[in-house]
């Protein structure tokens, strides 16, 4: 199967540029462990600066989202063309940036070339004075192609600086967004916990082996974050990293959410009883986490100012790809241990249920992947009796949240849809596992193959135990044996999936940084179950 080269795609150049002008105002501090405020400290007698670069996201064949953030109140300007050069550049005005979204904004972008690359720069204008802005910062996308025979890769994980692991500056900060960079995707699927809201950073980590650890620390990740300000400074803080900032202007993302934007293994209704907050109600936390959440991804559904809007959603990447991105945190009922005959609300509700077998159902494209926040056949726990996921270790017949996901199956076995593949990664290692309903309780669905990846940016954890009622094999694991190992003394994990356009053959790598390809398997299209 040919892939495309890991070399750099056009306007590299000028994604350099853009990111070193947004680098050189936001540098890391020189000293490790330095601590740094919210945002740099500027002088408003200036003009605006976009100093946390800039981001693209939910692009298909004609269309994304552009997203930045000013340090003062400005107006967002955009600039597309099909050149480095800028000559004949289109421009979109943009919203007015304020206090109300921390100064971010997004701009649609419609009527875009298919299957091209898209270089775009955005300025900042004195609301003012339109004539005083800032320098422009600089990025590029490849919007999804409109005819099959154009090949697609990307590459998906989670888990971004949790477990009391951030910005390392001796070891190159948050390194593992330069690999994924360098593979050229065409987005980063990121399947949630892009935060850990409810994790603070110490300014230094003892290891093990007596080495120690440096981080980052800003005044927001001091404390578990509880107020619409701390949120805020929590997304803030990976933008801090100019791995992240260069991956950004090149990469465009479909972001999806977990438990750790909010709080640990959060639902609706919740009463915490950890002592760290003074906040107890988790709806209260799961409102303010989620606007800030939307101001700092471009989401197409989810706009920042505070309109209604939702998680889920179908981001169409041209013929050969669907992508449906699920929120199992919105809907899903309490924790328990599972063990229900009935549950109509499980894990994702049953208005987004009947929504995902709809746009399943409807779907035309070769393949369907579903981003799922969180693994099915994997056994999470919530403390000693509770269960976070899907599968609470009872091999039997489906119960609890699996009482939905088996009609999910059902579903997609019955209606013959074709080309289902599941991506996630939550449980910090990376796996693939393989369903099948010969070896089920539940027998009523066709194979498909699951495939976890992550963590990015976060503490590694050994392997979950597995449940036997959708007939999970772990055909490949790679996981450490203890808990918490820190992104210092084990790689990092991400996942690259590359569809064939003349062929139509999916195949799927977990990749560990450093290089290295850890499994590799290939799926044939056309298929109901493989």
Not at 189 to 215: E, F, K, Q
Not at 307 to 320: A, E, K, M, T
Not at 427 to 444: G, L
Not at 492 to 520: H, W
Request: charged share 25%; aromatic share 10%; glycine share 10%.
């Amino acid at each position: 199967m040919p892939h495309r080269p890991p070399s750099q795609p056009p306007g590299r150049r000028t994604v350099l540029r853009g990111s070193l002008a947004a680098s050189a105002a936001l540098a890391l501090p020189a000293a490790a462990g330095a601590t740094v405020g919210a945002a740099p400290a500027f002088a408003l007698s200036g003009r605006p600066r976009a100093q946390w670069g800039v981001q693209a996201g939910d692009v298909t064949t004609n269309s994304g989202l552009v997203w930045v953030r000013s340090d003062r109140p400005a107006r967002m300007i955009v600039e597309t063309s099909a050149t480095e050069s800028f000559r004949r550049p289109q421009r979109w005005h943009g919203p007015l940036l304020g206090a109300d979204t921390d100064f971010t904004g997004t701009v649609p972008l419609r009527g875009l070339p298919s299957g091209e690359q898209i270089h775009y720069r955005v300025t900042l204008a004195d609301p003012h004075d339109y004539r005083r802005t800032g320098e422009p910062v600089i990025g590029t996308f490849r919007t999804a192609p409109a005819k099959r025979r154009q090949d697609v890769r990307f590459v998906w994980s989670g888990d971004i600086v949790g477990q009391g692991w951030g910005i390392n500056p001796d070891i190159g900060g948050l390194y593992a967004y330069e690999e994924m960079r360098r593979r050229n995707p065409d987005f980063f699927l990121c399947s949630g916990d892009t935060i850990y809201a409810d994790g603070p950073l110490s300014p230094t980590v003892t290891l093990p082996d007596g080495r120690v650890w440096r981080n980052v620390t800003t005044e927001e990740k001091s404390k578990v974050a509880e107020t619409l300000a701390e949120y805020r400074g929590n997304f803030r803080y990976s933008l801090l990293d100019e791995n992240v900032r260069r991956f950004n202007a090149q990469v465009p993302t479909i972001t999806q959410w977990d438990d750790h934007e909010v709080t640990n293994n959060w639902y609706p209704g919740e009463i915490l009883t950890d002592a760290r907050y003074t906040v107890k109600d988790v709806d209260t936390l799961a409102t303010r986490a989620r606007k800030a959440f939307s101001e700092y991804f471009p989401i197409s559904t989810l706009p920042a100012t505070g309109r209604d809007g939702r998680v889920h959603r179908v981001v169409r990447h041209g013929p050969l790809l669907d992508v449906f991105v699920l929120d199992m945190r919105t809907f899903r009922n309490a924790n328990s241990s599972g063990r229900q005959t009935d549950d109509t609300t499980g894990i994702l509700g049953a208005e987004q249920l009947a929504w995902l077998k709809r746009e399943l159902a409807r779907s035309r494209a070769v393949w369907k992947v579903i981003a799922s926040d969180m693994p099915l056949g994997l056994v999470v726990p919530d403390g000693a009796t509770d269960i976070e996921a899907v599968a609470q270790g009872d091999p039997g017949a489906p119960l609890g949240r699996e009482l939905q996901i088996a009609e999910l199956l059902r579903f997609v076995k019955h209606r013959r849809i074709t080309g289902t593949v599941w991506l996630t990664a939550d449980v910090h290692y990376t796996s693939a596992q393989h369903y099948d309903p010969s070896r089920a309780a539940f027998k009523d669905f066709a194979p498909f193959w699951e495939f976890v990846s992550g963590p990015l940016a976060a503490g590694g954890f050994p392997a979950n135990a597995l449940d036997g009622t959708f007939g999970p094999d772990r055909v490949f694991v790679k996981a450490p044996t203890t808990a918490n190992v820190s992104p210092m003394e084990s790689p990092q994990y991400f996942g690259e999936v590359d569809i064939d356009g003349g062929s139509g053959e999916l195949t799927v790598r977990l990749r560990a940084t450093g290089g290295a390809v850890l499994f590799t398997k290939v799926l044939q299209p056309g298929r109901v179950g493989q």
